[in-house]
């Protein structure tokens, strides 16, 4: 599982895409999971989705 930013989706997507070889499930980070100050997987930025093969 990843986590992005709005900057890194698409990077975070073709990942795992290339790793699973099928389409990710795509969600947007829940409120209780943001004041654990999620970051995203590939900079220091908060996550804004996560994304799940």
């Known amino acids: 599982m990843y986590y992005a930013c709005d900057e890194h989706i698409g990077l975070a997507i073709d990942m795992t895409v290339d790793?699973?070889?099928?389409?990710?499930?795509?969600?947007?980070?829940?409120?209780?999971?943001?004041?654990?100050?999620?970051?995203?997987?590939f900079c220091e930025n908060e996550a804004i989705y996560s994304i799940n093969p």
Request: glycine fraction near 0%.
């Open 19 to 41: 790793e699973q070889e099928a389409a990710p499930i795509v969600d947007k980070v829940k409120e209780e999971q943001e004041s654990l100050s999620t970051t995203c997987s």
